[in-house]
């Protein structure tokens, strides 16, 4: 089944410029943070957790629940789980009651409650719960009013889920409950069966419950209300995405509705509304009603930051109204997006930015920051070059990594025809680790821009700006960064900055008890492409030119032929894979991990030390008609406030140095990010090119001066036609 879905890209272009002529919606952000006093005042234990969610809507009410683990007196700790409603009519949409469900439902402490279905029906709102009570381990389904005003749970009512042609469902599978007409429609798989077996569909009045038949369907991804008298089941059949509908009146399939496969994948169902996505910034729904796609906005002309918007789920969409929930730091916000009578940036330049892999929160940040400060530019952006746009899921099945190698290389070669046509973006996100597209050709030096700012050594981290100079130019601003090798003690490191390729096998016997961290890898290309990327800087000659014709990519693939299998044996790996270390935001009682340790550098011809790889980094692309703009864009992106942001080392020294944590825990960062002379880099479309030619060395089928003369013979001509 081929995911369609990030290949839907609008045909719909930004301006260059924001005017009247060019207008874009603007729709005015107001957010409030939801996290009931119930919540908020529940005593989370150091080492626990908490966590929200959205969900459901229904009517003008919203549904969150809130579940986490709190000390219990002396005793073990608890797990606590809250239900609260909102009342998203009210200006301020104000918490309506927040309620404790183990002490409404009269549950024990160990029992389990899970919500299944909340709705309105004879002028009551209801909810459906499973409860698995742990005292007899049995488990019910049981149907309660709920008191809009002080969320108090009355009339438990319960609800028959077996059917009576005599199958016992598998309880563990049972889900998607759906309400319409008096009924709950659901899904489960048949007791002895799993869910590689087909699906049963159902529908129960409360004493009654029969089956429907629906043999064609093999997979139920979700079910929903189509309208007030038709279900739709989201699914799969012969491998094709398909969604049906369900008649209430007759209870059985009346057929299909012809929906685009990219809505059916993955995609948030909206009860009567229809299929939710969110491409290219644009907040799209497949209607039910109106049968075709429809645009709710465009979220690059909201106040929602990037990240805010990426992961939101919509609550409710009227032709005025938005509103949508995501989740920050395991706590809810609310989005009300009401649409303005003006665009508040009409006269902008518009700056366009893109990426490849994320868009990380530091960046959307800084982007947020820089449209509300500048006059003169808007920023926006866009996922045209995102790699996964271009991956083909059918291959994934085959060989994941060289599927997801060919998608990079065929996003980069896409952006550097842009780029050379004049129609690129102004600002690339990310993309420092592919070499192919660091050439005045493609991105503007920045080296000069940086040594204007006269940064400080007390202020950034200077060597990695140093590290990411290539042959005297600086084509990435380096943002953020994470370090992987090895994270041994003093005593296994000694004095040791690599491991020689030659010398691995001994390493992995005497540090690893002869189980070798990179079998955490999926399969023989990964490892053999996680070593290349290692030392890609060995195969490129003084002119930019590859050359694998040299004893540092023979002895990358001899060790690979000798010694790692086409399939690795995870449960044979080690229990303590390559560490990857992101940066400082982590528990701190994670982070001790690094404490008294060294980080070493995974094996290489030259006994190299541990990489750096920049998770965040900007460029100005050779086709920006507003360089100056995107500039102060990247400028902003250094600010030491804009910094603070996500999860990763940042490189202004001064906001890492703020962070929350313990002395010890920061000098050994210290140690390990100064311990990095180099950064990841790569060429997706040679390394697939390799990854082609040398698995007939791998099965001795060529030597490997038969496969290198392929290989360079290959990779020249990509190189010649690049130009």
Request: glycine fraction near 6%.
């Amino acid at each position: 089944m081929k995911d369609t879905s990030s290949k839907v890209i609008s045909e719909e272009t930004y301006p260059h410029v924001l005017n009247e002529e060019s207008y874009m919606e603007w729709w005015d952000d107001r957010e409030v943070e939801i996290l009931p006093d119930a919540v908020r005042k529940a005593e989370v234990r150091d080492d626990g957790y908490m966590q929200s969610e959205f969900y459901a809507s229904v009517g003008e009410k919203v549904y969150f629940i809130h579940e986490g683990e709190r000390s219990h007196r002396d005793t073990e700790p608890c797990v606590y789980r809250f239900l609260s409603c909102y009342d998203i009519a009210s200006d301020n949409k104000s918490e309506l009651w927040c309620v404790d469900l183990f002490s409404a439902l009269g549950a024990g402490e160990n029992d389990l409650i899970t919500v299944k279905n909340i709705h309105e029906a004879e002028g009551k709102t209801k909810i459906l719960f499973e409860k698995r009570l742990a005292e007899d381990m049995s488990i019910e389904w049981c149907e309660y009013d709920v008191n809009t005003e002080t969320g108090e749970m009355t009339d438990p009512k319960l609800i028959n889920i077996d059917p009576d042609n005599g199958t016992k469902l598998n309880p563990g599978t049972v889900g998607a409950f759906v309400f319409v007409e008096g009924k709950y429609y659901f899904s489960g798989y048949p007791q002895g069966a799993n869910t590689s077996g087909k699906p049963v569909i159902l529908v129960s009045d409360g004493s009654s419950c029969s089956q429907i038949k629906s043999d064609e369907i093999e997979i139920i991804n979700d079910m929903g209300v189509f309208d007030d008298k038709t279900i739709i089941v989201n699914g799969v059949s012969a491998q094709t995405s398909k969604a049906w509908l369900i008649s209430a009146e007759s209870n059985s399939i009346t057929g299909t509705v012809d929906i685009p496969e990219q809505y059916l994948h993955f995609k948030q169902l909206m009860n009567g509304m229809g299929f939710v996505s969110v491409e290219n910034r644009k907040l799209l729904c497949w209607s039910f009603s109106e049968k075709h796609e429809k645009k709710e906005l465009d979220y690059n002309f909201t106040g929602i930051s990037y990240t805010d918007s990426r992961d939101a789920q919509l609550v409710s969409a009227k032709d005025n109204q938005v509103i949508v929930v995501n989740i920050i730091d395991s706590v809810p916000h609310m989005h009300t997006l009401i649409k303005s009578s003006s665009n508040p940036h009409i006269g902008k330049r518009v700056i366009k930015c893109a990426y490849f892999q994320e868009v990380t929160s530091l960046a959307a940040k800084a982007v947020q920051r820089f449209n509300d400060r500048s006059n003169e530019y808007y920023a926006i952006i866009i996922d045209d070059y995102r790699f996964w746009n271009y991956v083909n899921e059918d291959a994934l099945s085959e060989d994941a990594t060289r599927e997801f190698n060919r998608a990079r290389g065929e996003a980069s070669t896409t952006l550097m025809a842009d780029i050379v046509s004049g129609k690129g973006p102004d600002v690339l996100l990310d993309g420092s680790d592919y070499r192919e597209i660091q050439s005045p050709k493609y991105l503007v030096d920045l080296k000069g821009k940086i040594d204007e700012l006269n940064l400080k050594e007390d202020e950034y981290f200077l060597h990695v700006f140093e590290m990411a100079e290539l042959e005297g130019k600086e084509f990435f601003i380096p943002l953020q960064f994470s370090l992987s090798g090895f994270l041994l003690t003093e005593e296994k490191a000694g004095d040791r900055k690599g491991v020689k390729i030659s010398d691995y096998q001994s390493f992995v016997q005497t540090t690893y008890n002869g189980n070798d961290p990179l079998y955490s890898l999926a399969d023989r290309t990964s490892y053999f492409d996680y070593l290349l990327g290692n030392s890609f800087d060995l195969f490129i000659g003084e002119d930019g030119k590859y050359d694998f014709d040299n004893s540092a990519f023979r002895e990358i693939a001899q060790y690979i032929q000798a010694n790692v299998p086409e399939k690795i044996n995870i449960e044979s790996g080690s229990v303590s894979p390559i560490a990857d270390l992101n940066g400082y935001s982590f528990d701190k009682k994670t982070a001790t991990a690094v404490i008294g340790r060294v980080l070493v550098g995974i094996p290489s011809p030259d006994e190299r030390g541990p990489y750096m790889r920049l998770v965040s980094c900007a460029a100005i692309t050779g086709c920006s008609s507003c360089q100056d703009g995107a500039w102060e864009l990247i400028r902003t992106m250094l600010d030491e406030d804009v910094q603070t942001q996500d999860m990763y080392f940042p490189v202004c020294r001064a906001a890492f140095e703020k962070a929350d944590m313990d002395k010890a825990i920061e000098e050994s960062y210290l140690r390990a990010i100064d311990s990095c002379s180099r950064y990841f880099i790569n060429d997706y479309t040679a390394i697939n090119i390799i990854n082609e030619e040398i698995q007939a060395y791998f099965y001795g089928q060529k030597s490997l001066d038969d496969v290198i003369a392929t290989i360079n013979n290959r990779v020249s001509l990509l190189q010649n036609e690049r130009g």
